[in-house]
């Protein structure tokens, strides 16, 4: 019983984060940068470059947190890929705490916190 409310909440949380990174990775991997900077502010301090390299990585971190998983080609990765998108949550907090805008830490402080339970349980998955 413990384990399927472990797996059915591990779900839950991999379909959150895989719905979310897929499409605000997209959108700052593929989006204008006028378009980006008015709806983030940062794209036009970090440039084009890094706004693109984060928007790869959350792109490939939301399919990565939910397709080994869901396909069972090499599950391991699921793990691996949240663990990826807890680390670029905690660098985004830190730009944000850094600039003193605390409420824009939240969401990313939220989603790492999630990345990191699924992280947690799908390596604990493993090592059954």
């Known amino acids: ?3 399927k409310v472990l797996d059915r909440s591990l779900w839950s949380a991999q379909g959150i984060l895989g719905s979310v990174f897929t ?3 997209a959108f700052k991997l593929l989006g204008s940068m006028p378009t980006l900077t008015r709806a ?3 794209p036009g301090e970090l440039g084009t470059r890094m706004t693109r390299t984060i928007g790869a990585t959350e792109l490939a971190g939301g399919i990565g947190v939910v397709a080994p998983a ?5 599950p391991v990765l699921t793990p691996v890929a949240a663990v990826g998108l807890d680390t670029v949550m905690l660098l985004a907090a830190a730009y944000h705490l850094r600039k003193k805008e ?3 830490a939240l969401l990313p402080v939220a989603l790492g ?3 990191a339970f699924v992280a947690w349980g799908r390596f604990k998955a493993i090592r059954r």
Do not use: E
């Open 1 to 3: 019983m413990r384990r």
């Open 23 to 25: 499409a605000i990775g």
């Open 40 to 42: 983030f502010q940062w």
């Open 70 to 74: 869901a396909t069972r080609i090499a």
């Open 102 to 104: 605390y409420g824009h």
């Open 113 to 115: 916190a999630l990345a």
